[in-house]
């Protein structure tokens, strides 16, 4: 009897368990074909492992608070319960996202876009992770939980190559690609979490479901920009899956955006490149300048419809310092751009970003420079007219 529909015995699920943990071939062969839906699947093997991580990691943080080098903060019955049902919830949309993720790229990887198998390979593949998430019920062993991400990855690799076909020689490409998108989407999602966690829940609101939301200390999340940010990046993904994503920018035209002289720096030279990854294009251009013995490099790199993501970091409003011995860092949005910069003042050594149009990323290095230098070179590049190419191939 299979175990992914509803009425299965709980001692087919630890079966399934114990087969993914110990033989993982021969357990992806039997899942290959069983007759399974998204649904059963998520009712029968995903909902319960899910919990396990959720509801330990909620009992852990209840009896031992958290903390450190002496000093131990225990949260509120409140918090522990919203940021533990938050968590499960988001785990369950990670499942549901990495199916279609799975699915969306296997053409690029030799592999066929069927959706159950997908599914399968999305609600298995973790199985490693969510038993080993028990550890967190202490949370001092938290970190052993990577362990189980790792056996998780391993599991992932085998279930792509044995159910989506992707061939031997192409399937470490397409776990590798499947894992950084999951891995953004998952720090989006963290974003998400830390923001309501840190908000409504610390102050005894609950925020609502529109307008921004606060993070104590650290800026907001715009509730309707995050929306729409989030609706770009999957019409984004749609356009690439279909083969109709945006062509990268010409490596000429980016780099004639490269001014000859920036405050008093020379341009001494120029390279520029162009490439592609599952459907992703994209082109740069690069320019060395030198002034004495200073030097600094002021590179134009069109991200294509990666940038979409980019959008996604623009609905929080978050503003993050990091101030060190000699330096600090700094990440930000300024007037809806997305920039960061990082500065190591006994070196004078830094850079300085900035994201354009949801496209263009503009971003100056350098060393023996000071930051208004490194800023003065990023704003010589004339950012109407990347926004103007951004919005013409939208």
């Not at 943990?21 to 039997?30: A, K, Q, Y």
């Not at 690799?157 to 891995?183: C, D, I, Q, S």
């Not at 974003?191 to 104590?216: Q, R, Y």
């Amino acid at each position: 009897m299979s175990i992914i529909e509803p009425g299965s015995a709980s001692a087919g699920l630890i079966a399934r368990v114990r087969g993914l943990l110990t033989r993982p071939d021969e357990t992806w062969e039997v899942i290959a074909d069983e007759p399974a839906t998204e649904g059963g699947l998520f009712r029968s093997y995903v909902i319960p492992l899910v919990a396990i991580p959720a509801v330990a990691s909620s009992v852990g943080l209840a009896v031992f608070g958290v903390g450190g080098f002496g000093v131990s903060f225990r949260p509120s019955p409140l918090w522990v319960a919203v940021s533990g049902v938050l968590g499960f919830a988001l785990s369950l949309l990670m499942v549901w996202l990495s199916a279609r993720v799975i699915r969306a790229l296997a053409p690029n990887f030799g592999g066929a876009a069927d959706p159950v198998r997908a599914a399968k390979v999305a609600a298995y593949s973790p199985t490693a992770y969510w038993v080993l998430g028990i550890v967190t019920l202490f949370p001092m062993l938290a970190v052993l939980a990577l362990l189980g991400a790792i056996w998780s990855l391993f599991l992932l690799h085998k279930g792509l190559g044995r159910l989506m076909g992707a061939p031997p020689e192409r399937a470490l490409a397409y776990t590798a690609a499947v894992a950084v998108v999951m891995f953004i989407l998952g720090l989006l999602a963290g974003g998400v979490a830390g923001a309501v966690t840190s908000t409504g829940v610390m102050s005894g609101a609950v925020p609502g479901v529109g307008g921004k939301v606060e993070i104590a200390g650290q800026g907001s999340v715009d509730l309707g920009e995050l929306q729409s940010a989030a609706e770009k990046a999957a019409a984004a993904a749609r356009a690439v899956q279909s083969g109709e994503g945006p062509p990268p920018t010409s490596t000429e035209a980016l780099q004639a955006m490269l001014p000859a002289v920036v405050g008093g720096f020379t341009r001494e030279s120029v390279k520029t490149g162009s490439g592609g990854v599952a459907g992703f294009e994209g082109s740069q251009a690069e320019g060395v300048y030198t002034r004495g013995a200073a030097r600094l490099t002021l590179s134009v790199t069109d991200v294509g419809a990666a940038g979409a993501l980019a959008g996604l970091a623009g609905a929080f409003d978050a503003r993050k310092t990091e101030e060190t011995a000699t330096g600090y860092e700094k990440v930000g949005v300024i007037e809806g751009r997305l920039t960061q910069e990082t500065y190591d003042r006994a070196a004078r050594r830094g850079e300085y970003g900035v994201m354009i149009g949801e496209r263009f990323m503009v971003q100056a290095e350098g060393d023996g420079v000071g930051m208004d230098e490194l800023k003065a070179a990023v704003g010589a590049v004339d950012a109407r007219k990347l926004e103007a190419i951004a919005e013409a191939e939208r």
